[in-house]
Nanobody, 112 residues
C-alpha cells in the first residue's frame, strides 16, 4: 500500500497560480492511474484530474485548459499545475492511486 503526501497548497489571489505535489512512498511505475480530487466546504469530494500509466490525462470540465497534471516516475511524484485560479477552486486537494490510498490533503484557498 503506497503512502501519499500532498503539499503546495496556499492562500493565493484570484488569477494566480499554484503547483501541488503528491509524493509517493514507493514506485508509481506500475500504478494504472493517479488522480487529484478536491473537497470544497460543505460539498462532496469530486474528481479534478488524472493521469494514466501511459500519460493519458483526464480533467473535470471546469479546469480544462487551466490545470495540468504531470507524472514524474523517477521521483515518484504527481504534480498539478493550477493556473488562472478563481475562488471556485477553493478546497482541500487530495492525491489518490484511484484504488485504496489517499493522502491527508493540502488546502487551496483563492481570494477574490
Amino acid at each position: 500500500q503506497v503512502q501519499l503526501v500532498e503539499s503546495g497548497g496556499a492562500l493565493v489571489q484570484s488569477g494566480g497560480l499554484l503547483r501541488l505535489r503528491c509524493a509517493a512512498s514507493s514506485s508509481i511505475f506500475n500504478i494504472n492511474e493517479m488522480s487529484w480530487y478536491r473537497q470544497a466546504p460543505g460539498k462532496e469530494r469530486e474528481f479534478v484530474a488524472s493521469i494514466s500509466r501511459v500519460s493519458i490525462r483526464n480533467y473535470t470540465n471546469s479546469v480544462k485548459g487551466l490545470f495540468t497534471i504531470f507524472r514524474n516516475i523517477a521521483g515518484n511524484i504527481i504534480t498539478l499545475e493550477m493556473n488562472s485560479l478563481k475562488p471556485e477552486v477553493t478546497g482541500t486537494y487530495y492525491c489518490t492511486d484511484t484504488e485504496a490510498s489517499w493522502g491527508l490533503g493540502t488546502q487551496v484557498t483563492v481570494s477574490p
